[in-house]
């Protein structure tokens, strides 16, 4: 019973580390104007994962965050492209950053 | 993209842009409104529709000439600042008058967007068939963002572009007659409004009025 107990509660900790948001940021060149906002958010929203979308123009970023599992590599700078611009970087942020 | 000229427009795969534009002219004393409608298939390529139809006068034949144009994107560099890029047009001119013969089109667009500059160069040459007479234009617009000076750090404020051009129609057997162009665009990330006034500067008669409206979707 004690240890159903002690198993419970590593559990509890340990689901919202495995299941939480997680967040990366994309630089991409070629992003001019709030057209190319739209255009990316609306590829960016096809993705099932992702939860939210937060784009600069002025750092030339975009920002996802995504409810369990990151899209791959390849499908972002995918969608990237079909939308128009070029991916350049892509970097994995610890969620505390993103606050 | 410009005022007069819908082939340097920017639209992504799947994406759709639907253009509204009426055209009023002064001397001619007609309202003219022109539908463009312009599809994404791929990042690099795009169908691009157009439709005139005369609003005023009434009376017959208010369709113009239909045109499809299909747009390869045959080089493009992008960098942090902005995109410069080259697209190949290829398409067909038709009237919705079985008396009027169609033309092939053909032609160029070369995009420079650096920062809050704009400049848009295109060229599209119409070869008629049957007794339709050879034709052609070109478009030089330069647009400027006047606000905002610097982006928010994320997210969007609403963009106010001015709009300067130079444009030139030609049909052979005719003299070329240039434009210039100033106008004003507000953009917003799915809608554009967009506002000019166009004269003729090869005789200095004509004037245009041009108001315009642009849904991304």
Not at chain 1, 63 to 85: C, K, M, N, W, Y
Not at chain 2, 114 to 128: P, S, T, Y
Request: some cysteine.
């Amino acid at each position: 019973m004690k240890n159903i107990l002690l198993a419970g509660i590593l559990l509890a900790f340990l689901v919202p580390v495995t299941s939480g948001a997680r967040t990366l940021e994309v630089d991409i060149h070629g992003l001019t104007c709030a057209f190319c906002v739209d255009s990316l958010e609306r590829a960016f929203r096809k993705i099932e994962s992702v939860r939210d979308i937060k784009i600069s123009l002025e750092h030339k970023k975009l920002r996802l965050v995504t409810e369990g599992d990151l899209p791959d590599d390849a499908t972002i700078r995918q969608t990237i492209l079909d939308a128009g611009f070029t991916p350049v970087r892509i970097t994995v942020l610890p969620n505390a950053a993103t606050d | 993209m410009g005022l007069r000229s819908l082939v340097a427009l920017p639209v992504d795969k799947g994406g759709s842009v639907l253009r509204l534009t009426l055209e009023s002219a002064d001397e001619a004393a007609t309202d003219v409104l022109i539908a463009n409608l312009a599809y994404g298939i791929g990042a690099r390529q795009t169908l691009l529709l157009g439709l005139p139809y005369r609003v005023d006068p009434g009376g017959d034949d208010r369709s113009g000439d239909g045109s499809l144009l299909y747009r390869h994107i045959a080089w493009q560099r992008d960098s942090f600042a902005g995109t410069r890029r080259l697209g190949l047009l290829v398409g067909a001119l038709a009237s919705s008058q079985s008396d009027d013969n169609p033309a092939a089109q053909i032609g160029a667009v070369y995009t420079w967007f650096e920062n809050r500059n704009e400049f848009d160069a295109d060229l599209v040459f119409q070869a008629g068939s049957g007794d339709r007479p050879d034709a052609a234009r070109y478009d030089l617009s330069w647009q400027y963002r006047l606000h905002p000076e610097r982006y928010p750090e994320w997210g969007l404020s609403r963009e106010w572009h001015g709009v300067i051009e130079l444009n030139g129609r030609w049909r052979d057997g005719e003299d070329v007659l240039h434009q210039a162009t100033v106008g004003l665009q507000w953009v917003h990330p799915r809608a554009v409004l967009e506002g000019g006034f166009a004269r003729d500067i090869s005789n200095g008669s004509e004037e245009l009025l041009l108001l315009s409206t642009r849904f991304h979707f």
